[in-house]
């Protein structure tokens, strides 16, 4: 069965640093893969996806992820971190063979940035 | 604003009772998909809905049900509601349904079970 970890339940930066969070899925065949921020009480907002092609996907509000098949990993990076990131992540993945659309979500990652 | 409406936005019942969530998608998505979001089991896949047909199920309880109606909003019936039932129930939509695309959510109904 498909699974994705998130490593770090929360994950706490300083303004301007480096963020990194972590996700590896396990499957067989490369799923799609997507990762969703959500803000305080609201519902979850796409921030970038990998379907096919280039494996370094750009997504909104500076983030990038890079999709490694031997890794089974898509982590998500931003530069530079800014304090209206703080929210929690969720990588998600849909199997390539699934005949619906459903999302596998992680556990989560809660981002905290510090001024 | 994702396009996707949910009502109502805060439910309060007692154990032992049935609600319903209510949501349509945005303009031309034909397809529904329900997640329950819990502290201890996190996001969970229930239920999807293509052009009123059932696509796909996850993890929905027996005492959960769902249907998509000709105007293409879904409606989630939760019944015989236990304390461990209270989470938030998010709807998205997409348009043809393909695991390839983006669902657009909405922003949820928070149901509490006392």
């Known amino acids: 069965a498909q699974s994705v970890t998130q490593l770090g339940s929360h994950v706490s930066v300083s303004e301007g640093a480096l963020v990194l969070l972590r996700c590896n899925y396990s499957?067989?065949?490369?799923?799609?893969l997507f990762w969703y921020v959500q803000y305080p009480n609201q519902g979850l907002q796409l921030l970038l996806k990998y379907t096919t092609g280039a494996t370094l996907v750009k997504g909104i509000n500076g983030f990038e992820a890079e999709f490694k098949k031997s890794e089974t990993s898509f982590h998500l990076t931003k530069p530079s971190a800014h304090m209206s990131d703080a929210a929690e992540y969720f990588c998600?993945?849909?199997?390539?063979?699934?005949?619906?659309?459903?999302?596998?979500f992680g556990q989560g990652t809660e981002l905290s940035v510090k001024p | 604003d994702s396009g996707v409406t949910q009502t109502p936005k805060h439910l309060i019942t007692a154990t032992g009772q049935r609600v319903t969530l209510r949501c349509s998608p945005r303009s031309g998505d034909l397809s529904v998909y329900w997640y329950q979001q819990s502290l201890d089991q996190g996001l969970q896949f229930l239920i999807q809905?293509?052009?009123?047909?059932?696509?796909a199920k996850g993890n929905i309880l027996e005492r959960f049900s769902a249907q998509q109606f000709p105007d293409l909003h879904s409606e989630l019936n939760l019944s015989s509601l236990e304390l461990g039932d209270s989470a938030l129930y998010f709807c998205a939509s997409t348009n043809s349904g393909s695991g390839r695309e983006t669902q657009y959510f909405g922003p949820g109904t928070r149901l509490l079970v006392l």
């Open positions: 998600a993945v849909s199997p390539y063979y699934n005949q619906g659309g459903k999302l596998i």
């Open positions: 809905y293509y052009n009123g047909e059932e696509r």
């Open positions: 499957s067989s065949v490369p799923p799609y």
